[in-house]
């Protein structure tokens, strides 16, 4: 029998969590998108079907890649690795076992009828498939436990913000209350013209990632003006789900949360501060650029089966743009209520 014909791909399934846990934690370019976890998040979370793969060889895992079908009337039908993730697409041992996943994942594209099957890669992996590598960077940059160093890692007009922030008397806490907070993300996306994600998604991330998932409150006075849910993944720290209320402009209330937590994952052995997506020309962009992170081009990368070209769905895209200047006048209470429906399909 040829080494070939013993690498069979097989659907996920909760018995193999340890498995797939353990290749991971293993292999040397795994990223937090990657973990097992991510199967409860976007399946309960967001509501859309997983289909995680696996390519094994006499019981030994030598390939995954997180999938789930997203489908929606506004935004289309799309199989994607991962919603929800900053990164994704396979992770393997071999180039066989690689290519095996990727012919499955493309073959049960075709069976599902999706418009497109879209790895969130960090590199441009396979050859000819059209990429969106202009829209989304990623901004990365080590720190060490010297936070006088990190400091001075910072641009001077930026650094500026951060001590005005210490100086206006704010103060960080650590909590479990996620209603806390809950409250000043949505509140936050909704004046950015963004729908909420469902708060049962945040649950879940918050119990499935209990032990590297960290919720923090920045206050001022006694007043909740800033939150962020931060991940804790080898030797990184990544602030995945932030946001503030208006007094926290004033304050600099985002500068100092974003410090702090840098100061704080620094001191318990994190050596890389990874700031997450953004688009070009967005407000994010530029803030993260204003720390001296450089961008960092992703490249997601689409096997078309029903459509014609990529999709296009950002908030950046000029159709949306009637839809987010209502979205910012709606009343908190309206969207919070009907934002959950939308925002799990935008993830």
Not at 177 to 186: S, V
Not at 245 to 256: E, I, M, Q, V, W
Request: glycine residues 8%; contains cysteine.
């Amino acid at each position: 029998m040829g080494r070939s014909s013993e690498l069979r791909v097989t659907a996920f399934a909760p018995t193999d969590r340890a498995d797939w846990d353990a290749f991971v934690a293993d292999h040397p370019d795994a990223t937090f998108c990657h973990a097992s976890g991510w199967y409860d998040a976007v399946g309960e979370g967001l509501r859309h079907r997983p289909h995680f793969l696996m390519a094994r060889r006499r019981g030994e895992v030598e390939a995954v890649l997180p999938l789930a079908e997203v489908k929606s009337r506004l935004f289309g039908h799309t199989l994607v690795s991962t919603p929800g993730c900053v990164y994704g697409g396979v992770l393997a041992s071999n180039a066989e076992a690689r290519q095996a996943v990727i012919e499955h994942a493309c073959k049960l594209a075709q069976e599902l009828g999706v418009g497109a099957l879209e790895l969130r890669n960090q590199d441009p992996v396979e050859t000819g498939w059209p990429t969106k590598d202009q829209l989304y960077v990623t901004f990365r940059k080590a720190i060490t436990d010297d936070d006088e160093a990190n400091l001075k890692a910072i641009p001077r007009k930026q650094r500026a913000m951060v001590r005005k922030g210490i100086k206006a008397g704010l103060v960080t806490e650590q909590t479990r209350d996620l209603d806390r907070f809950y409250a000043i993300y949505a509140e936050s996306v909704r004046n950015l013209g963004t729908p909420v994600f469902p708060r049962r998604y945040f649950e879940v991330l918050h119990r499935v990632f209990g032990d590297v998932c960290e919720l923090s409150i920045v206050t001022h006075a006694g007043t909740d003006i800033a939150g962020v849910m931060s991940f804790f993944h080898r030797d990184t720290v990544l602030p995945y789900y932030g946001g503030s209320r208006p007094p926290a402009r004033s304050l600099y209330g985002n500068d100092f949360m974003y410090w702090d937590l840098m100061s704080r994952a620094a001191q318990r052995g994190m050596r890389e501060f990874d700031y997450g997506r953004s688009k070009r020309g967005t407000g994010s962009f530029s803030f993260k650029k204003n720390w001296g992170f450089a961008p960092q081009p992703l490249h997601y990368q689409y096997y078309l089966v029903k459509r014609h070209a990529v999709p296009d769905v950002n908030p950046s895209n000029p159709k949306y743009k009637y839809f987010i200047a209502a979205w910012k006048r709606l009343p908190l209470p309206v969207a919070n209520r009907i934002g959950p429906v939308l925002a799990r399909h935008l993830g």
